[in-house]
DNA sequence: GCGACAG
DNA sequence: ATCTTGTCGC
């Protein structure tokens, strides 16, 4: 049954018409025009069902360009806006960017953030001339509540390899971490592993990576030590915020 | 009921 | 996330 979303031109239209009839298939009837108009009892029953099509497997080819995906607000929150940074890989540096903005339509409520901030991030993706090869998203990947963290959703959505690149813990138990860079331990919860803490740089406060769609644990994980420099963020996330801040 | 709680 | 300058430490 693959591709679910086929992405054509208007590269993203096949994940916005899935998402729609994800919607109509999950409620019994709304009177909202917009999409992405939902409550977040509706928000928590679309995970439930996107879960199902998660696959936590490596499935990616060459990689070419690794994108970073930010997320800020503006005038009080009212206005969101995304960023995205094309790099090319391995050389990490920059080949495309884009970003969005749109008015906030969904609050920040834990366990549901992609709903606030995936709406922007495609529109900004619509703007690349093609979708990256792989994406790391600031937040969770499957270490989440209902193992569909932001990274997931949007993995899912764009039918492309991403990776949840958490500044903090949302979810799940582990120990901590050796303190030189790279080292790492695994992230827990209910009994499975849902992703890792990893060291990013020696001395800081580690990284929650976690699989979004399309990757193995240990491949997200090595991925994201391929994306660093010398800094406790990828390229990728540094370079979406700082095209987003100015 | 209480505490935790990505950005 | 955002409000915000200097400052402590490797």
């Not at 970003?99 to 409520?109: L, N, S």
Request: charged share 25%; hydrophobic share 40%.
């Amino acid at each position: 049954m693959r591709p679910l979303f086929p992405v054509g031109p208007g590269i993203l239209r096949g994940a916005v018409v899935f998402f729609k009839q994800r919607r109509m298939e999950t409620t019994v009837q709304l009177h909202h025009s917009h999409p992405w108009d939902l409550s977040p009892k509706e928000a928590i029953a679309l995970q439930r069902q996107l879960r199902a099509h998660l696959r936590i497997e490596d499935d990616l080819g060459e990689v070419r360009t690794v994108a970073g995906v930010d997320v800020g607000f503006e005038q009080n929150n009212t206005i969101t806006r995304a960023a995205v940074a094309v790099l090319d890989y391995p050389s990490l540096q920059l080949r495309e960017s884009a970003i969005a903005r749109q008015p906030t339509r969904f609050p920040y409520i834990p366990g549901l953030l992609s709903f606030r901030e995936i709406p922007a991030v495609l529109e900004a993706l619509e703007q690349l001339s093609e979708l990256p090869d792989l994406l790391l998203c600031d937040g969770q990947g499957i270490a989440h509540p209902r193992r569909l963290g932001i990274a997931s959703h949007l993995g899912l959505l764009i039918d492309r390899p991403t990776i949840g690149v958490g500044k903090s813990r949302l979810i799940g138990t582990h120990d901590e971490p050796g303190r030189e860079k790279g080292q790492w331990v695994p992230l827990s919860d209910k009994g499975e592993v849902i992703g890792c803490v990893l060291r990013t740089r020696t001395g800081v406060k580690p990284l929650y990576i976690s699989p979004g769609h399309r990757m193995g644990l240990d491949s997200a994980r090595e991925w994201v030590v391929r994306c660093l420099t010398r800094y406790r963020l990828p390229e990728t996330t540094r370079w979406a915020h700082r095209l987003a801040s100015g």
